[in-house]
């Protein structure tokens, strides 16, 4: 006689409709990352930093919001970031572009907002956006109207960084 297999049985929220998962808690759905297939790609990531010699093991953890929990190592406002990507970001001369400026003079062209921190923001939004910014000393936040299409092209390491309300923005070179 064959072992039966014991059959997992799926969580009563994957009968849910959008609607009402959307009106859940993330804490409620009691996910783990423990057999979802994330605790392998983690489990690969460290090995991939301890095979490279990085003793840094980054917390994991899954969330609702974009934040750190205190005395947790996360993304820091206006803070470079070296990332591995190839792509083209298009910013069309139709449209204004959202930009910060270092003392430096570096400009970072916004990328990608974000409504996590602020749930109200929109695009039509994003011209005020300079006055709710705490901007670091010499920091400055612009838009600008293009004569002519700009293309950020990355077939590789690219600088970005976020503000404090998590809207993205790439190095323009």
């Known amino acids: ?59 994991v953890w899954l969330a609702e919001e974009w934040f750190s929990p205190d005395g947790v190592p996360g993304i820091a406002p206006y803070v470079e970031t070296v990332v591995n990507r190839r792509t083209n970001f298009t910013f069309s001369r139709r449209n204004p572009v959202y930009q910060l400026v270092s003392p430096e003079g570096d400009v970072y062209a916004m990328q990608a907002y974000s409504q996590i921190v602020d749930p109200k923001l929109t695009r039509r939004k994003l011209g005020g956006l300079g006055s709710k910014l705490a901007l670091p000393e010499g920091w400055k936040f612009r838009t600008r109207h293009l004569k002519r299409d700009l293309t950020l092209k990355t077939n590789g390491k690219t600088t970005v960084l976020q503000d404090e309300l998590q809207n993205t923005y790439q190095l323009v070179k």
């Open 1 to 59: 006689m064959k072992p039966r297999r014991r059959r997992l049985r799926e969580p009563a929220w994957t009968r849910l409709d959008d609607e009402a998962l959307l009106d859940m808690r993330l804490c409620d759905l009691r996910l783990s990352l423990a057999r979802s297939g994330l605790d392998q790609a983690v489990l690969r990531l460290y090995e991939e930093l301890r095979l490279k010699g990085i003793r840094f093991r980054p917390h």
